[in-house]
């Protein structure tokens, strides 16, 4: 008889560990055990442990929460001391502009909404608010801490992250569209500089769409939180002492600690320290990861967008000769490059077996040890949505992730939108489309 081939080499593998949930986008693990999951239509869901088939329904916020394209409710946060602090965090597309009443586009109780006019846009806002629980259930009615991120087309609100000294980071996209260079010309919604709502805008001076962006750059109207990164009390919504401009008189400007960002959708905290890692979703050419050394240093950087992407120049918005951009291109070190970049044209780590074209940077989380092999103890794990990959920066020797040294840990993953580290220390990742829970284990 033959000898048997030798066994496979161990590698990572993922196992589905929750599912039957509708089109989930974010979890979180609480110190009791529990999963908190929050669907994309407003609906947060509790399971009491791994092995707990039939969550409760803790939250339904159908109602208020816009859930068409990319919008709907994407972040959630539990507070550091839950349960004894019982506090969930949420982050969503809110149905309606700012300040406005709920439902604007859909159908109270509804679950998904539409957009009658898509070409010209439904012009919707953000909502970062504060739950209330009891057990598994939702009590109370929902605190608003911050109605704004005025929000035209896509590339709406993001991840919720508490940082080590017990502040609220909450970041958003630019509200503009993905299909053109989006300065302010399709009625200007939002009613950004220099004309009033309504009045379609056009370079050199337009201030509007993903310009959005920059609006901390211009004094013309009050700062927009669009394409940024806030710090705020979690009690009260307002801007942290410490912050870059916290004594600005604009309260929108107090709460901003970086901005310059087309969508960064997940960021996360490298632990033992006060950097945020924030993954960027890029537009036609290429994904972004940046890297902000401390939000509490008083520095708010700016990631450059719409002037730049991946390290360059944005063509589209060069070529249009906004004055925003130009002046910007005239000061070079007034833009932060990203910490690392990937081209859709190019593979993540040379050779992977991902695949290239469309791409969406999900993510990204750190992995602090467990059964995992050693040389990934603090490596920065992130996603691909569209690529279905999942892969690893692994750190240098002061602990900092470094580019010059990626591995690849899932190459058919499934519709990653979110990842958190689990029981075990494990990485676990959200399936968007499945509507599952998966864990990656090695061996």
Same mark, same amino acid.
């Given at each position: 008889?033959?000898?048997?081939?030798?066994?496979?080499?161990?590698?990572?593998?993922?196992?589905?560990?929750? /599912?039957?949930?509708?089109?989930?986008?974010?979890?979180?693990?609480?110190?009791?055990?529990?999963?908190?999951?929050?669907?994309?239509?407003?609906? #947060?869901?509790?399971?009491? +442990?791994?092995?707990?088939?039939?969550?409760?329904?803790?939250?339904? %916020?159908?109602?208020?929460?816009?859930?068409?394209?990319?919008?709907?409710?994407?972040?959630?946060?539990?507070?550091?001391?839950?349960?004894?602090?019982?506090?969930?965090?949420?982050?969503?597309?809110?149905?309606?502009?700012? +300040?406005?009443?709920?439902?604007?586009?859909?159908?109270?109780?509804?679950?998904?909404?539409?957009?009658?006019?898509?070409?010209?846009?439904?012009?919707?806002?953000?909502?970062?608010?504060?739950?209330?629980?009891?057990?598994? /259930? !939702?009590?109370?009615?929902?605190?608003? %801490?911050?109605?704004?991120?005025?929000?035209?087309?896509?590339?709406?609100?993001?991840?919720?992250?508490?940082?080590?000294?017990?502040?609220?980071?909450?970041?958003?996209?630019?509200?503009?569209?993905?299909?053109?260079?989006?300065? $302010?010309?399709?009625?200007?919604?939002?009613?950004?500089?220099?004309?009033?709502?309504?009045?379609?805008?056009?370079?050199?001076?337009?201030?509007?769409?993903?310009?959005?962006?920059?609006?901390?750059?211009?004094?013309?109207?009050?700062?927009? %939180?669009?394409?940024?990164?806030?710090?705020?009390?979690?009690?009260?919504?307002?801007?942290?002492?410490?912050?870059?401009?916290?004594?600005?008189?604009?309260?929108?400007?107090?709460?901003?600690?970086?901005?310059?960002?087309?969508?960064?959708?997940?960021?996360?905290?490298?632990?033992?320290?006060?950097?945020?890692?924030?993954?960027?979703?890029?537009?036609?050419?290429?994904?972004? #990861?940046?890297?902000?050394?401390? $939000?509490?240093?008083?520095?708010?950087?700016?990631? +450059?967008?719409?002037?730049?992407? +991946?390290?360059?120049?944005?063509?589209?918005?060069?070529?249009?000769?906004?004055? !925003?951009?130009?002046?910007?291109?005239?000061?070079?070190?007034?833009?932060?490059?990203?910490?690392?970049?990937?081209?859709?044209?190019?593979? #993540?780590?040379?050779?992977?077996?991902?695949?290239?074209?469309?791409?969406?940077?999900?993510?990204?989380?750190?992995?602090?040890?467990?059964?995992?092999?050693?040389?990934?103890?603090?490596?920065?794990?992130?996603?691909?949505?569209?690529?279905?990959?999942?892969?690893? !920066?692994?750190?240098?020797?002061?602990?900092?992730?470094?580019?010059?040294?990626?591995?690849?840990?899932?190459?058919?993953?499934?519709?990653?939108?979110?990842?958190?580290?689990?029981?075990?220390?494990?990485?676990?990742?959200?399936?968007?489309?499945?509507?599952?829970?998966?864990? #990656?284990?090695?061996?």
């Amino acid at each position: 008889m033959p000898p048997k081939p030798p066994p496979p080499p161990p590698s990572f593998h993922e196992t589905v560990v929750l /599912q039957g949930l509708t089109n989930p986008t974010v979890t979180e693990f609480a110190p009791d055990g529990r999963i908190f999951v929050g669907e994309k239509s407003g609906i #947060i869901k509790v399971f009491d +442990g791994l092995s707990d088939t039939e969550p409760t329904v803790f939250a339904d %916020l159908r109602t208020n929460v816009y859930n068409s394209g990319d919008r709907g409710l994407l972040g959630m946060a539990l507070d550091p001391s839950f349960p004894t602090k019982p506090f969930v965090y949420v982050l969503y597309t809110y149905d309606a502009p700012i +300040g406005g009443a709920a439902p604007q586009w859909g159908i109270p109780g509804q679950t998904a909404d539409s957009c009658p006019t898509p070409a010209q846009g439904c012009l919707a806002s953000g909502r970062l608010s504060r739950l209330q629980a009891s057990g598994n /259930q !939702m009590v109370g009615t929902e605190q608003v %801490l911050v109605n704004d991120w005025c929000q035209h087309f896509n590339h709406t609100v993001g991840e919720l992250v508490f940082g080590p000294d017990g502040s609220l980071y909450a970041s958003a996209g630019d509200g503009a569209t993905f299909q053109y260079a989006d300065w $302010g010309q399709t009625g200007n919604a939002c009613g950004d500089p220099p004309s009033p709502p309504g009045v379609n805008l056009a370079p050199p001076t337009a201030e509007g769409g993903a310009l959005r962006s920059q609006d901390l750059r211009t004094n013309g109207d009050p700062a927009g %939180l669009d394409g940024t990164i806030i710090r705020v009390n979690p009690d009260t919504g307002t801007a942290m002492p410490g912050n870059p401009f916290a004594g600005d008189a604009d309260p929108n400007a107090r709460r901003i600690i970086a901005y310059g960002m087309r969508n960064p959708y997940r960021f996360t905290m490298r632990p033992g320290t006060n950097e945020l890692w924030v993954g960027d979703v890029g537009w036609s050419n290429f994904e972004e #990861i940046d890297r902000i050394p401390s $939000g509490t240093d008083g520095v708010a950087e700016n990631f +450059g967008w719409p002037c730049y992407e +991946g390290g360059g120049h944005t063509a589209d918005y060069d070529t249009a000769d906004l004055t !925003m951009c130009e002046n910007l291109y005239a000061t070079p070190a007034a833009a932060t490059g990203a910490y690392f970049s990937y081209a859709h044209s190019d593979h #993540i780590v040379p050779g992977d077996a991902c695949t290239t074209g469309n791409s969406s940077v999900t993510g990204p989380v750190f992995y602090e040890g467990g059964a995992y092999p050693a040389r990934f103890n603090g490596a920065l794990f992130a996603g691909d949505f569209n690529r279905n990959c999942i892969w690893a !920066m692994l750190p240098s020797a002061n602990g900092v992730p470094n580019p010059a040294t990626r591995e690849i840990v899932l190459a058919t993953a499934d519709t990653p939108v979110d990842m958190k580290v689990g029981p075990g220390g494990d990485v676990f990742y959200v399936s968007h489309l499945t509507g599952t829970i998966r864990r #990656i284990q090695f061996g």
